[in-house]
């Protein structure tokens, strides 16, 4: 979680993005729902030289070779970790935002794969270093806006807007909580009342089974076949994000019933994310607790996206003193689990956790103690009139 720099030297600007963990609001992010993640100190630091060579250069320390191309280059991606950035510099073109030559470096150390965002946190790192040295800025939902679509666009991913929005929105201390549909959204302190006495623990499973990109293609059709019905039903209905349980309920008979489960989990999940919002407000930890169990049982039982080691994580972690609740928080099918611990308790937790997963099933599972950090436009210090 630090971030040494050693194999990238001292010339080049420097600008770097966070991870985030999504506290609840499990895949309501893409049928205009709320989400209440927040950053985390993992990074990724994108490190900007001006080129002379009159190319785009992209490398990364994590991945081997790297890739350059002409300005006017307009190649497909590759399908490679450099989609993600050459994705993000396609955009900014797109906008008609003059990026002059560059030599551009990844360091991170965001766990890959794992929930955490790694993918957002590339995007969102390479926007801000591409805008710094095009001299330009943009909007805080501009800019996650844009990096979502280098990454549905270039890389032919179909994710939501949390995670750019939080990873370039996020302000240190506080959770964020965004209604998707309009990208409004409320800072909620992490240290009100008896919740300042706890800590955020993210216990990475490392298990990430191989259906869970079929799976979420399968599970966003489901969840638009039964937001069609509903609308249909209910006029005023826009998406799954306004639609209630009673009208949902109302549609039932209707809609294929693996459907049906799919969509109450996300119509139950927004009502879930607001109750989380006041448990926040109202400093209550207990009350956080038990909605994210909640949330936890509605994404493994109706969503149908959890899997034995993350359940067993869940379930292990809710016994153990100090507790107040944890979740599988990310796309599903593996990653990681998200704990509300009492502060006093969490090297108990942590060790007692990681004990009886290691003696379950032999694995090492990485826990990480986490505060809420800067996104990366708190972190940019670019002047207002730079703006355009
Ligand atoms: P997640 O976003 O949950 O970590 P994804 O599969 O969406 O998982 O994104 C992971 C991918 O993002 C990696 O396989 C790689 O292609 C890219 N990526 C993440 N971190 C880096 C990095 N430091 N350098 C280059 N590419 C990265
Ligand atoms: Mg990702």
Redesign the pocket.
């Known amino acids: 979680m630090a971030e040494p720099n050693s194999t990238i030297d001292e010339t080049g600007t420097k600008l770097s993005a966070p991870?985030r963990v999504n506290l609840i609001g499990e895949h309501t992010d893409y049928t205009g729902g709320l989400v209440l993640p927040m950053a985390i100190p993992f990074s990724?630091v994108a490190t900007v030289r001006a080129a002379s060579d009159g190319r785009y250069t992209f490398s990364?320390?994590?991945?081997p070779g790297e890739r350059s191309m002409k300005p006017d280059d307009q190649s497909e991606s590759v399908g490679?970790?450099?989609?993600?950035?050459v994705g993000v510099l396609r955009e900014l073109q797109k906008r008609d935002i003059e990026v002059p030559p560059f030599s551009l470096s990844?360091?991170?150390?965001?766990?890959?794969?794992?929930?955490?965002?790694?993918?957002?946190?590339?995007e969102v790192a390479t926007a801000v270093a591409l805008l710094n040295h095009a001299g330009a800025t943009l909007s805080g939902a501009e800019l996650a806006l844009l990096c979502q679509r280098a990454?549905n666009l270039y890389?032919h991913?179909p994710?939501g807007i949390m995670?750019q929005f939080v990873i370039a929105n996020a302000t240190a201390g506080h959770a964020l909580l965004l209604n998707t549909r309009d990208l409004s959204y409320e800072l909620l302190p992490m240290n009100r009342g008896a919740l300042a006495q706890t800590r955020v623990v993210i216990v990475n499973s490392e298990v990430k089974h191989s259906v869970a990109s079929g799976e979420y293609g399968v599970r966003r059709r489901e969840l638009e076949e039964g937001q069609a019905i509903v609308r249909a039903r209910f006029p005023q209905v826009k998406d799954l994000g306004d639609t209630t349980p009673e009208q949902l309920e109302a549609c039932r008979a209707e809609i294929d019933p693996v459907a049906f489960m799919r969509c109450r989990h996300v119509v139950t999940e927004n009502v879930r994310v607001r109750e989380a919002g006041r448990a926040m407000i109202a400093g209550d930890p207990d009350a956080l607790g038990r909605v994210m169990l909640a949330a936890h049982a509605s994404y493994r039982d109706d969503f149908g996206a959890s899997v034995e080691e993350v359940d067993f994580l869940v379930d292990t972690a809710v016994h153990l003193p100090g507790c107040h609740g944890g979740r599988l928080t990310?796309?599903g099918f593996g990653?990681c689990t998200v704990n509300l611990v009492e502060a006093h308790l969490v090297e108990t937790f942590t060790q007692a956790l990681h004990e009886a997963y290691q003696k379950r099933f032999g694995i090492d599972a990485a826990i990480y103690v986490c505060e809420a950090v800067d996104g990366a436009l708190a972190r940019w210090d670019h002047t207002p009139e730079e703006k355009r």
């Open positions: 991870g990724t990364s320390t994590s991945f490679d970790w450099s989609d993600y950035p990844l360091w991170g150390d965001v766990p890959l794969g794992s929930g955490l965002s790694s993918s957002a946190s590339v990454e890389v991913s994710c995670d990310g796309g990653g």
